[in-house]
């Protein structure tokens, strides 16, 4: 439909067809009540463009589509046609990742080099590395005895549906969509209403690559409305989210009213520790990635770093240049910025109001603590990198997740005392350690309370590697292998071959 496009033209000169309708059985439409939501540009506070917002009744349509397809064709496609169908949308993608990676930059805020780099990178890998996995999906025979034969299959749970968030628009899409695809289910997936252009682009690259109506249905729309509906609808088996716990925590609940599967990937506090063997440079170089990357919106961030008194002073004092030479914050387009905007502002206020209470709470402002506004006009949601020191562990900046370019630097006697600090905390995603002992690297590793720890590095995550966090920072696992059991089931079956009553 042609009034469901808009002929764009992105500020690094790109011009495109955005689509503007929700994807439903591989065709667009329009929403039940024609509500929008308008794209903003976080750079410079304009409209990109408006998009249909979807109403419980869309996603009814949509899950009636995504089990049409799986009750039909996909279902009866063999998993070798299926792994085909993915290596050809990953190609897909390749071929479009300049286009991708810019809407990515202009709706998000994201460098334009990490978008296609980085971003684009990985979403075309992990598509492919789930399309192998398609047709190795096995399930095994287990010996009871000449009595019996026992053995399991895996099937896939049905129809998926699926919650993106803003920090990685088209990677959290991937993470999820490759598993499910892989393993033979049907998706209805929800981009967030901050971010909602580029994964309606890739659903015309779905389309092309061939993948019959219904199986990926993409809608934009309200997190309380669309969202909601998705995770109580009784037409979807599983609810993947990606966000704030306390949005998970009501996915929880609104899922629980028909018992669906869930995986959930939570907010974190990940700590980044530093020991006096450790070889500095390294630790600061990646400690900066760590937290300032992305404009600090990770949920993996490692956001509090811990390091031994006798190192404490030198190490601050090498952030704080590395911070003030590397993290050049500007137009996201240009080829030397390092730092974008904030994606909203409702975020950039967010960061703001941590710094005013970082200040009260009487910790000592390193460097940054403000808005910038040498970019452009001055307008744009930038904040300057943070960095807080003698910081406690009782203050509001240890405790809460900031997500955005702020980090707490904090100092700690031995290792008993990081292990104390780093483990007090509600959440449990990622975490860091740094020193040259491998013995004690190890060790600390094991007693950290995360779902993942790096040693010697920082947000150096793989799609072929599961990730994952425990306590408030979510339940099950996304990529690798273990990315295929949350979608699956294994059904038992037990044949009788001689016990006759």
């Not at 929800?190 to 994964?199: G, N």
Request: charged share 20%; proline share 4%.
């Amino acid at each position: 439909m042609s009034d469901l496009t808009v002929e764009l033209t992105a500020p690094n000169g790109r011009k495109y067809t955005q689509p503007t309708g929700l994807f439903i059985n591989n065709e667009w439409v329009v929403s039940s009540k024609g509500n929008k939501i308008t794209s903003i540009n976080p750079t410079d506070e304009s409209e990109i463009a408006s998009v249909h917002a979807a109403e419980p009744e869309d996603v009814d349509k949509a899950v009636e589509a995504a089990r049409a397809a799986f009750k039909g064709p996909w279902g009866e496609m063999s998993p070798t046609e299926r792994g085909d169908l993915m290596y050809k949308l990953s190609e897909l993608i390749e071929k479009n990742k300049e286009l991708l990676a810019t809407i990515d930059t202009w709706d998000n805020g994201k460098p334009y080099s990490v978008a296609l780099n980085e971003d684009l990178a990985e979403v075309v890998g992990c598509i492919k590395y789930y399309a192998g996995y398609a047709d190795k999906v096995h399930g095994q025979v287990i010996d009871t005895g000449p009595a019996k034969l026992a053995y399991t299959i895996r099937e896939p749970l049905g129809v998926c549906g699926q919650i993106i968030p803003w920090n990685y628009p088209l990677a959290m899409a991937a993470w999820k969509l490759g598993p499910a695809i892989a393993t033979g289910n049907t998706v209805v997936l929800k981009s967030a209403e901050q971010t909602p252009l580029s994964i309606l682009v890739f659903a015309n690259l779905v389309k092309e690559a061939g993948f019959p109506p219904g199986v990926i249905n993409i809608l934009n729309g309200h997190g309380r409305i669309a969202g909601a509906a998705m995770a109580q609808h009784p037409g979807i088996d599983k609810i993947a989210f990606t966000g704030s716990t306390a949005t998970g925590r009501e996915i929880m609940k609104m899922a629980s009213a028909t018992m669906k599967n869930i995986t959930l990937e939570t907010g974190g506090k990940s700590p980044l520790l530093v020991f006096d063997d450790a070889d500095l440079e390294q630790a600061v170089r990646w400690s900066h990635v760590g937290i300032m990357s992305n404009m600090g919106q990770i949920c993996t961030a490692t956001s509090r770093i811990l390091v031994q008194d006798g190192i404490y002073d030198k190490f601050i004092e090498a952030f704080k240049k590395q911070v003030q030479e590397v993290s050049k914050v500007g137009d996201p387009f240009s080829d030397d910025t390092f730092q974008g905007p904030q994606v909203t502002k409702a975020q950039y206020e967010r960061v703001l109001g941590y710094i005013e209470s970082g200040k009260s709470e009487g910790a000592t402002l390193a460097t940054g603590g403000e808005a910038y506004k040498n970019v452009g006009e001055g307008k744009g949601f930038f904040v300057s990198p943070t960095v807080f020191t003698n910081v406690k562990e009782d203050m509001k900046i240890f405790r809460e997740e900031v997500f955005g370019p702020f980090v707490v630097i904090a100092s700690f006697k031995d290792e008993e005392e990081a292990l104390a600090l780093a483990n007090n905390t509600t959440y449990g995603l990622g975490s860091a350690v740094f020193t040259k002992d491998i013995v004690k690297a190890h060790r600390v590793a094991r007693n950290i309370e995360a779902g993942m720890v790096w040693i010697n590095s920082s947000q150096d995550s793989d799609f072929r590697i599961p990730f994952g966090g425990v306590k408030q920072s979510g339940i099950g696992r996304e990529l690798g292998e273990a990315g295929l059991e949350a979608y699956t089931n294994k059904k038992a079956v037990h044949v009788n071959l001689g016990t006759w009553l």
